[in-house]
């Protein structure tokens, strides 16, 4: 009965390569939202969908694509992965303001 | 653009101790989120409070939104109270900044 669920846990790829993060929520929110959390612990919000629109952009690569196939689901794709994209990254969603995160998906890339 | 600052960085405690983590801001906000970050990396939402005082055991958290100032307060605190706390602003509803965390060590 997880309210946030993100796949996978942990990702190890290597440069240049392109890849997904899975998201779902069982809450029946209206909004989801992509955070990365890098090696300074700062966390920083990356994209929100409301309603399968895109509401928030914070100056994000154009490499990184949110994709939300459903109200339930927002799934995170990076092409051309690069050692930056190194961190964690963090899905979360709201009904108001208060926002349940979830687990987080370490993503290492060599 | 909102800047958050939060203090201390770093906070060490003796078990039973009263703990404050201060959260300043530089605009007004619709509201101000804190989150809890355990070691293991885990997020949860403490609180959200657009004015105020809040308690939930022994949590509270005060904003003030004159003084665009907000804290969080841990009663009687206790080891398992080590984590990040994380001041976050709600600018318009849909814009959010984050504090850095202030990392909590309470010793037994």
């Known amino acids: 009965d997880t309210a946030v669920s993100q796949t996978p846990k942990y990702l190890v790829t290597q440069m240049g390569n392109d890849k997904s993060i899975k998201c779902e929520q069982n809450?029946?929110?209206?909004?989801m939202y992509w955070y990365k959390q890098d090696s300074k612990k700062f966390l920083k919000i990356m994209f929100s969908y409301n309603n399968k629109e895109l509401i928030i952009n914070e100056t994000v690569p154009n490499r990184f694509s949110p994709k939300s196939p459903d109200k339930a689901h927002l799934n995170l794709h990076i092409n051309s992965l690069e050692l930056g994209d190194s961190a964690v990254y963090f899905c979360a969603s709201s009904q108001t303001t208060v926002q349940y995160f979830g687990p987080g998906t370490r993503l290492t890339v060599t | 653009k909102n800047e958050v600052e939060q203090s201390p960085q770093n906070l060490t405690a003796q078990e039973g101790e009263f703990i404050t983590i201060n959260c300043s801001y530089s605009?007004?906000?619709?509201?101000l989120h804190w989150l809890q970050q355990h070691p293991g990396g885990g997020i949860v939402s403490l609180f959200m409070l657009s004015s105020g005082k809040k308690k939930h055991g022994r949590l509270i958290a005060t904003i003030n939104i004159q003084e665009k100032h907000s804290s969080l307060h841990i009663t009687a605190s206790h080891p398992r109270d080590s984590a990040v706390y994380i001041c976050?602003?709600?600018?318009?509803?849909?814009?959010?900044?984050f504090g850095s965390g202030t990392k909590l060590n309470v010793k037994p």
């Open positions: 976050a602003t709600i600018y318009n509803f849909n814009k959010f900044y």
């Open positions: 605009v007004g906000i619709s509201a």
């Open positions: 809450l029946g929110h209206d909004t």
